[in-house]
């Protein structure tokens, strides 16, 4: 009798499993033929789900499906501009009539980005945590009414613990603070930030907590932003997190390379709105009033413009920038990232600006903190090689800084890596620059990076044993997750 129950039992389990099967593998398909707008991706996730029954669905659940996209719009009220703006932008080239192109540029910029063009800023480069941190620090300890702050990453020690003091002091005189840190930043060091912040009572909120089956199903999904904003005057972006690996003076264990900066003027309260969304979507919290977004003076020559980025409403506007970017270039393109994973398209648009003439030059860090990066983005290299790009690894201490130029004109800086997950994944913000001072400083870091640099040819690559190029091939399939 008993085995003849086990025998139904185990009948009874199998039917089971194959609907589960059946469920997962009809499931699973029809929403990566419905809903994944890119066709690898789709290939890719189909190919997963077939032949790796349940916990390919599984896997795919928790990696390949953007659960943000439709909430975007509710965290973006307070009668903000949310729409695609369609005015053609002021031109800030009026005294360089002969540049179509960057005007065309610009008017692109003004209609993918939600924010529009704002004239008179200035914005101040800030090398390495020992010139980035101190200037934040001084700025939070003079905010008088409001101090906006958000960070992938922030640590409690260290420097961290200077950002706290002067935190917790700043809520004590009366400023309404608020700092945001990313549930996956986090988890970088212990005791978290949001703990420490608590304690002291400063109002902090996670993005996207760690809560297990929430966060299980959306830990793809990052807020990689750096913002801070005090009086809604004065602002630092760029994608310096809040670490004492930034302090190179301090001679850390794991230094890091980094660049910041600070921004004046009119742009000022684009980064804020950018934090009010986010925090708002994380707490139901509202910023909004003259405390918040005052009247913001001119404050130099600097013609800027917000560009959200986010697996929302803002999905793929970056790669959208860059390659309105690329294409607009006539002399000369650079490109300084620490992640250098392109999607196909942006790898053509580099590609035939080679080809058509443009001086492009590219530096990356030979000895990269995720090493399956570099790995991956060696197999990348000949393509865009034969066509004419240039690219320069610098052995030195490992770089996290992330800027573009183009002609001498034209400059991107913020938070976004030329890679998968910045690009597609993550919540960015950067500001695209017209100003010809900034692009010549930035372009002058980056030939002194170039000077530091080993240049690579492609018989390099063809010269390397196959165990380095089987390694290289493997990390490539892992690309949409690096």
């Known amino acids: 009798m008993f085995p003849q129950f086990l025998t139904r039992l185990d009948a009874v389990w199998q039917f089971l499993l194959a609907v ?52 975007g ?17 002021p031109n800030p080239w009026e005294k360089h009539p002969d540049l179509p192109e ?21 914005i101040t480069v800030l090398r390495s945590g020992d010139e980035a941190m101190p200037a934040m620090i001084e700025v939070i300890r003079g905010a008088r009414r409001t101090l906006a702050l958000s960070s992938y990453i922030f640590e409690a020690k260290g420097i961290g613990e200077k950002f706290v003091d002067e935190l917790t002091a700043a809520q004590k005189r009366g400023v309404q603070v608020r700092v945001m840190v990313d549930g996956a930043g986090t988890r970088y060091s212990w005791p978290t930030i949001t703990s420490v912040l608590r304690a002291r009572g400063v109002t902090v909120a996670k993005f996207m907590p760690a809560r297990f089956i929430v966060r299980l ?21 760029g994608g310096m997190n809040i670490r004492p690996g930034n302090m190179l003076k301090d001679n850390p264990s794991s230094p890091v390379r980094d660049m910041h900066f600070q921004v ?5 309260r684009q980064l804020q709105r950018a934090f009010a969304e986010d925090w708002a979507f994380c707490t139901g919290e509202v910023l909004h009033g003259e405390d918040w977004y ?28 860059i390659f309105a970017a690329i294409n607009a270039a006539r002399r000369e393109i650079r490109v300084l990232t620490p ?54 690894e610098n052995g030195g201490v490992f770089d996290h800084t992330k800027f573009m130029t183009v002609d001498g004109l034209w400059s991107l800086i913020g938070s ?32 002194r990076q170039m000077n530091e640099s080993t240049e690579i040819f492609s018989g390099e690559l063809v010269a390397a044993s196959l165990g380095e190029r089987v390694r290289d091939g493997i990390a490539r399939l892992f690309m949409p997750f690096l």
């Open 20 to 71: 589960a099967e059946a469920f997962a593998l009809i499931g699973g398909l029809a929403h990566v033929v419905l809903r994944q707008r890119n066709a690898r991706a789709a290939g890719f996730w189909a190919v997963i789900i077939i032949f790796v029954p349940v916990l390919g669905a599984l896997f795919y659940c928790i990696f390949g499906i953007n659960r943000v996209r439709r909430s």
């Open 73 to 89: 719009k509710k965290y973006r009220g307070g009668g903000w501009k949310t729409e695609v703006n369609r005015a053609v932008p």
């Open 102 to 122: 960057l005007r065309r540029l610009a008017t692109t910029l003004s209609r993918i980005s939600r924010y529009e063009f704002a004239l008179g800023n200035r």
């Open 217 to 237: 199903l959306s830990m793809n999904l990052r807020n990689h932003r750096k913002i801070l904003v005090a009086d809604g005057t004065i602002g630092f972006t």
């Open 264 to 268: 004046e003027g009119p742009v000022v």
């Open 294 to 321: 005052p009247e913001v003076q001119p404050a130099g020559g600097t013609a800027a413009i917000g560009i959200p980025d986010g697996p929302d409403e803002d999905i793929e506007v970056m790669p959208k920038t």
């Open 339 to 392: 992640y250098f994973l392109p999607d196909e398209q942006i790898q053509w648009a580099l590609n035939l600006a080679a080809l058509r003439g443009v001086d492009v030059k590219i530096i990356l860090p030979r000895h990269n903190n995720i090493p399956p990066v570099r790995w991956a983005s060696r197999t990348i290299y000949p393509a865009l090689l034969d066509r004419g790009v240039r690219i320069f």
């Open 416 to 447: 976004t890596n030329w890679d998968p997950r910045s690009l597609r994944l993550n919540f960015e913000f950067n500001l695209a620059c017209f100003d010809e001072s900034l692009a010549e400083e930035l372009n002058a870091d980056f030939q």
